[in-house]
């Protein structure tokens, strides 16, 4: 079984290079290996570059989107631990490690299902190509990577965890009708691998020609503050709360 390793395993590396090398692999990868929490207008900037339309721009919640994550996989794998089923949950674990990746693509069908997913670590490097086996080239879209054929929450459970970059929540009537939607999970850190996989997703809905929406969801604030400590998660409100006090 394929495993989604192969990406991460390179930013881990551009992590502990030396400088002069962490330079070469940023311009390699399109990873920036010190990202710092980014303002609105900021991801607003790099989202007109990458010309994701306002109306169908997104950020997730910074806390609610991974905690509901774990929601769904903690009890899960205490129920195979207890069934002593080693084999389902290895199968579990790698499924919960693709959907916490910082870049995908996911399908749903109108109703919510979900029908397809591809995510970064899966994505050929040099040169990217987010077109794995050609999955893309025929709709509906399709992997043998079975990991990916293995889906834990649907279309409402996405937009109840995102919201507008007016602060409001998202929910699916107010979304244009169609027939399927795909949603994107980019950011500024994987600005690389964002951009090639947003190029390549609005490249391949025109040719597929068929009703499809796309959401493009910027997860940078929200992936950080899942890895930050508490202490560092305290400097970002205290910076937050006083950059409001300002606005005021």
């Known amino acids: 079984m394929k495993k989604c390793s192969y990406f991460l395993f390179f930013v881990l590396i551009v992590l502990t290079m030396s400088s002069c090398n962490q330079l070469v692999y940023k311009v390699l990868l399109g990873v920036n290996n010190k990202p710092t929490w980014k303002q609105e207008d900021e991801i607003n900037k790099k989202a007109t570059e990458y010309n994701i339309p306002n109306k169908h ?32 949950l290895e199968k579990s674990q790698q499924v919960r490690h693709d959907d916490f990746q910082p870049v995908q693509f996911l399908l749903f069908e109108k109703s919510g299902k979900p029908i397809f997913k591809i995510v970064n670590c899966y994505a050929d490097i040099f040169p990217i190509n987010w077109n794995i086996d050609n999955c893309l080239d025929t709709f ?39 027939d399927f939607y795909g949603v994107l999970f980019w950011n500024n850190f994987m600005y690389k691998p964002s951009e090639k996989l947003i190029n390549t997703v609005q490249k391949k809905v025109k040719e597929w020609n068929k009703s499809i929406v796309l959401l493009y969801v910027n997860n940078h604030n929200a992936f950080l503050w899942n890895s ?21």
């Open 57 to 88: 721009s997104f950020v997730l919640d910074t806390a609610t989107f991974y905690n509901g994550l774990d929601s769904i996989y903690k009890p899960l794998f205490a129920k195979l631990k207890t069934d002593k089923d080693t084999l389902k």
């Open 140 to 178: 509906s879209p399709k992997t043998e990577i079975e990991s990916l054929n293995i889906y834990n929450y649907n279309l409402d459970f996405v937009l109840k965890n995102i919201y507008t970059f007016q602060h409001k929540k998202v929910r699916k009537e107010m979304l244009p009708k169609a």
């Open 228 to 248: 930050m400590s508490g202490t560092d998660k305290q400097k970002v409100k205290n910076i937050l709360h006083q950059k409001n006090k300002n606005n005021e």
